[in-house]
Each structure stands twice: as structure tokens, then as C-alpha cells.
């Protein structure tokens, strides 16, 4: 059975940094395509970011390139969302999310990437 774990949120001031873990059970080769997602109060869930496993390939939401990271450690199998310069419009629940069916890495994507397996969700909120 596969679990996700989510850690790292909090509250931080506008400007401000934070970094979130999600550690995935199993073995890091297993899976496929990774991903982190966010849902703010009162709207749907949205894409953050996605990482292809057997390539390290990335895509990002155009709003957050350049503000936020996600990558990868292997030897734990833990995926991690850097995020700095935060505004109060990043307020939300983050998700990760990790998927075993094999696909070639064009699929990893914010538009095309499905997945079956999600962590609980950690709050990150941002006040000004």
C-alpha cells in the first residue's frame, strides 16, 4: 500500500520561506511521476508542480516558476517543494502525490499527469 506523508507547513509572514517534505513509502524507482498540489479555501484543487522520477524532468505552474522548487531525494524516497517569496495568495492546503504506472516523461506534466496515490495535505498559510 503505498503512503504519502506531508511535513513542513506552518505560518510565515509574506516574503517569507518555507520547505515541505512528503515521504513516500517504497522503493524511488517504483514510481513515475510525482507532483504537488494546493486547494485554498473556497477553491478547487490546482496544480504546483510535477517531477518526472527516472529523469528528475520538472514543470512548474507559470505563477510559481521562479518562486518555488520541487525535487527529489532518491536514497529516501522523499520529495520536497522549496518555496520562497511567499504572498498571502499561497494560503492553501499542499498535497503530493506519486503514481506508479509507468509513462514516458511528456505525461509528467501539470495538464497531463494523473495520479493514484496522495498524501493528507499540510496548511501553509501567509499573512501580510
Known amino acids: 500500500q503505498v503512503q504519502l506523508v506531508e511535513s513542513g507547513g506552518g505560518s510565515v509572514q509574506a516574503g517569507g520561506s518555507l520547505r515541505l517534505s512528503c515521504k513516500v513509502s517504497?522503493?524511488?524507482?517504483?514510481?513515475?511521476?510525482m507532483g504537488w498540489f494546493r486547494q485554498a479555501p473556497g477553491k478547487e484543487r490546482e496544480g504546483v508542480a510535477t517531477l518526472y522520477v527516472h529523469g528528475d524532468d520538472t514543470d512548474y505552474v507559470d505563477s510559481m516558476k521562479g518562486r518555488f522548487t520541487i525535487s527529489h531525494d532518491k536514497a529516501t524516497n522523499t520529495l520536497y517543494l522549496q518555496m520562497n517569496s511567499l504572498n498571502p495568495e499561497d494560503t492553501a492546503v499542499y498535497y503530493c502525490a506519486a503514481d506508479r504506472t509507468s509513462r514516458p516523461r511528456a505525461t509528467c506534466t501539470i495538464g497531463r499527469a494523473d495520479f493514484g496515490s496522495w498524501g493528507q495535505g499540510t496548511q501553509v498559510t501567509v499573512s501580510s
Open positions: 517504497g522503493y524511488a524507482y517504483s514510481y513515475y511521476c
